[in-house]
């Protein structure tokens, strides 16, 4: 998708969206599809990788809670690690498709469900094991998943157990592919920006790799945060103190005695 800018350009930004380029060494479908997502980007205003890297999310979904189905309590937002015991399509009076999914760990079973999405029954087979972060809900007195975000599971995770990143999105391109185009390209491109700021608080700068950040990193943002706290803090106590002192200034004035009258 990405090709070689003629002529250089900016650090971390030499690679652009070419059409030329694009396609080149994969079947029709696939070339066919990888065009369609370059057009996306194009219309959000993405032509380059640098473009990728400062596109930012606009919230993030906190699903870095790893609970178990014993542990899982209404209301929470959490992810689960867990094997598929059944999956079947379940036709409603409405006429909507539901995919009903039964998660198993070894603590116990929950149910996980998705509206109008049949084709998911071609990946989420018995015996798969999956990943799935949402909120926990409520079906007929049972705690359950509504349509939550899933993947199968692997050391890499994109979409869940972890901060995932929300972004703006556009037609043909939705949230789940911009996780997966973003995050290797964070991963290999962000190392090589400059930045402004001292290496200790560097990792805070870039405002979306808090979805991918260490326990490092981690560290370094709360420090920043905690600083920058304390700083208004102390920018309120100065104003307090310099309001106090004027007002008190005025009323000492104002009840000195007047030796001219």
């Known amino acids: ?16 969206l070419d059409p030329s380029a694009v396609g080149h060494g994969l079947a029709g479908g696939e070339r066919q599809r990888v065009a369609r997502q370059r057009l996306a980007l194009q219309r959000l205003g993405v032509n380059s990788i640098r473009d990728l890297l400062y596109y930012f999310p606009h919230r993030y979904d906190d699903f870095s809670h790893l609970k178990t189905t ?52 071609r990946s989420l087979t018995k015996g798969k094991r999956i990943v799935v972060s949402g909120r926990v809900g409520q079906f007929m007195g049972r705690l359950n998943f509504q349509s939550p975000e899933w993947e199968y599971w692997s050391e890499d995770l994109v979409h869940t157990g972890r901060l995932a990143p929300v972004y703006g999105v556009t037609e043909g391109l939705t949230v789940r592919t911009l996780r997966r185009i973003i995050k290797p390209i964070i991963s290999d491109w962000a190392p090589r920006l400059s930045d402004c700021l001292p290496d200790t608080t560097r990792p805070v700068s870039y405002t979306h790799l808090r979805a991918h950040e260490t326990v490092l990193d981690l560290v370094c943002r709360l420090l920043l945060e905690k600083k920058k706290n304390n700083t ?30």
Request: charged letters at 20%; glycine letters at 10%.
């Open 1 to 16: 998708m990405f090709a070689r800018r003629s002529g250089g350009g900016r650090r971390g930004g030499g690679r652009c």
């Open 70 to 121: 014993v542990e899982l309590q209404y209301g929470q937002e959490v992810t689960l690690v867990a094997t598929i015991h059944d999956a079947q399509l379940v036709p409603t009076r409405r006429g909507l498709k539901l995919i009903k999914v039964i998660l198993a760990d070894e603590s116990g079973f929950v149910e996980a469900t998705w509206f109008n999405q049949p084709y998911l029954l």
């Open 232 to 261: 208004l803090q102390n920018n309120h106590r100065i104003s307090h103190n310099i309001i106090q002192h004027d007002h008190t200034t005025y009323t000492k004035q104002a009840t000195l005695p007047n030796h001219n009258s």
